[in-house]
């Protein structure tokens, strides 16, 4: 069973984290959703955060344990909000269960094939030799040296926890993800489609969701918009928290 953190009380909401997160990662936002009448249910996709390590990764099998994860917690009538790879399997889920699903909200990704992106980062990742036994700032020079993005490295510093005292350890699956990387950019096939009312936003600043793409999105979910968070990239939850809440709170409540 996957990992969770719940809050509050009322219509439950799932929220899925991206590649390399955690539902950690929501916690701010998750707090807000529930302070608004949601039970909010944060994830751990498996391979990630507290949730178990599998060889199995790909769409397929999180979206399945995530369908496990509602009939084990008995909810139905969920909304549920994801972003990038959490995105995917959000919209996998809507389209294989449509009876499950009310509304849902993708958060910069399209359903679309994406090449593989993530070679710099898995890289990074890599080359920290915990057999040295690091500490978070040698763990730190070590991916500066692939991953100069500050923003970036501090994302992926969250999943270091220390695993036994003196050992930290990423908490990702990183030798899964290293073997079965091109499963992130799977796209939902032509006759995968969802009727109910969908949301998705994009960062201004992202190269993830492009006006082109918009056709594609239409002949999935019929019942959808689009909205842009101006000045913000990917990561556009993190860096506007609070017009993406405005934006999904709106889109839910009505």
């Known amino acids: 069973m996957l990992y969770s ?3 509050g009380k009322g219509k439950p909401l799932i929220i899925l984290h991206g590649f390399l997160g955690m539902s950690d990662n ?3 936002l998750g707090t807000q959703f ?3 009448g949601f039970q909010v249910h944060m994830l751990d996709l498996r391979n990630h955060g507290r949730s178990f390590h599998s060889d199995a990764f790909n769409y397929k099998v999180m979206m399945s344990d995530v369908a496990e994860y509602c009939r ?3 909810l139905t009538k969920i909304d549920i909000i994801g972003h990038s790879m959490g995105g995917k399997v959000a919209m996998l889920l809507a389209v294989e269960y449509p009876e499950l ?3 849902l909200v993708v958060a910069d990704i399209g359903p679309k094939y994406y090449p593989s992106h993530h070679q710099d980062i898995l890289a990074g990742l890599d080359a920290v030799d915990f057999s040295h036994k690091p500490d978070r700032n040698q763990v730190e020079e070590v ?5 100069p993005d500050f923003g970036i490295r501090q994302f992926l510093m969250k999943s270091l926890f220390w695993k036994e005292p003196g050992q930290l350890a990423f908490r990702f699956n990183l030798e899964v993800f290293k073997k079965e990387i091109e499963q992130i950019g799977t796209a939902l096939t032509d006759s995968q489609r969802f009727d109910k009312p969908t949301l998705f936003i994009r960062g201004g600043n992202s190269k993830y969701i492009l006006d082109d793409d918009f056709q594609t ?3 999935h979910f019929h019942n959808s918009k689009v909205e842009t968070i101006p000045n913000v990239g990917h990561w556009l939850h993190a860096e506007d928290p609070q017009l993406f809440f405005e934006i999904v709170i709106g889109f839910l409540n009505t």
């Open 5 to 7: 953190k719940i809050e």
């Open 26 to 28: 929501w916690k701010t």
């Open 34 to 36: 529930a302070a608004n």
């Open 72 to 74: 084990f917690h008995q």
């Open 101 to 103: 699903v009310e509304k």
């Open 143 to 147: 991916l500066q040296k692939n991953i």
């Open 217 to 219: 999105i239409q002949s």
